[in-house]
Structure formats: C-alpha cells, structure tokens
C-alpha cells in the first residue's frame, strides 16, 4: 500500500498506546503468565513474538538485564529490568509447566500444555487473544491489544530525550550514518529510559 493509505488507515484505528492507569489495571487483573509479558512490554517495549520466543539464558534476574535480540530483525538489544518485572518473572518461574517439545525448553514462556506461546501469524497469537479476553473483562476500550505496549514505550520513553537509547532498546533498524559508526550504547543511558517509563507509569498512576 501507498504510505498515504497506510497513514490513513492508521488514523482510522486511533490512539495505540495505554495510559498510566490503565496499564495499572492491567496488571491488577492480568494472571501469569500474562502479568509478566506485559511488564516486558511495557519495560522493555517488547512485542507478541519477543515474549514467545524468550530464552531464559536471555535474562539476568540478578543484575536485572535482558540481552535479547528482536524476532523480527535481529537487531541486538539490551534493556534494564525494573525490580517490579524481575518480581513478577520469578513468581512466574516456579508455575512454568514442563516444556512438551526439546526445541522449546528453555524458552520463558509456556502455555499450560507446554508449548510456545509464539505463532507466525499475528491476528493467531495466543497473547493477543488473551489480551483481548482481559481488556474486555476490564472495559478498556479502543483497538488497542498487546503489541498497543510496545507503542506506549516509543511514545513516553521518547520523552527521556535519548531517542537513541529507545531506539537500542526497541530494536529499530538504524540506517543513518551515525548509525553504521555507532558501536555501542552505554547502560546509563539504556537505564535512564527505562527510569523514565518507570516514573511515568508508576508515579502516573498512583495519583491519578
């Protein structure tokens, strides 16, 4: 399609992104494995496939790092865990169900028969579907699902004013000059993104 269609299509479906609060009832209402997606997307701005196709090698819950490479085109990423989304991961780990295929071993998720959360096809994906279940239950409106976190992360991490640190984090694909010479990103600034998402969402919501 013509970038014009695509922009006008875009205006058709609204605003793609949660705001402070409804995020928070999100996460009241959400059940593992779910509540711990949507912390990653909304602290690592990670989408319906970076969640199904975790590893757990990926993760240092100690340090509270990801290194994990985006699905969709392999950029390297690295993002700094909140102490709220290392929590909710390692209430999650005890619950796990046994994995039912070697090749999905030591993936993070699993739904409860064993298997990969991950389907190729989107409009498929068992966590849009369960998202849509939960917004539904809640009374969020809008056409909004799950990958509308990984909207809300580009819109106020941007606010930080290191769009290239959101951009790492992101795993954008930076074709720009300063892009082929920039070998990498230092972690304070990665960490001050997601302080900033952090503020936002909890300050945010606790005094609206």
């Given amino acids: 399609p013509k970038l014009a269609t695509l922009r006008k299509h875009r205006h058709t479906r609204g605003i793609q992104m949660f705001e402070a609060e409804e995020i928070q009832r999100i996460l009241a209402g959400a059940v593992h494995p779910l509540k711990a997606m949507v912390m990653l997307g909304i602290n690592c701005g990670f989408g319906n496939a970076d969640c199904g196709t975790l590893p757990i090698s990926a993760i240092d819950l100690d340090r ?51 298997e990969s959360w991950h389907k190729d096809d989107a409009h498929d994906s068992p966590i849009t579907k369960e998202t849509r279940k939960l917004l539904d239950k809640l009374g969020i409106s809008g056409r909004r699902n799950f990958y509308a ?47 900033h998402i952090h503020k936002w969402l909890f300050s945010d919501a606790a005094t609206s």
């Fill in 64 to 114: 509270g790092w990801i290194d994990f490479a985006r699905v969709k085109t392999g950029v390297p990423r690295r993002c700094h865990l909140w102490p709220e989304t290392v929590a909710v991961i390692r209430e999650w780990l005890p619950h796990r169900p046994t994995p039912k295929k070697p090749e999905h071993a030591g993936l993070l998720f699993l739904t409860r028969c064993g």
């Fill in 149 to 195: 976190l990984r909207h809300t992360f580009e819109t106020i991490g941007g606010a930080s004013r290191d769009q290239v640190a959101v951009n790492s984090i992101m795993g954008h694909v930076d074709t720009s000059m300063a892009g082929a010479y920039r070998e990498r990103i230092e972690d304070d600034r990665l960490q001050a993104v997601a302080d």
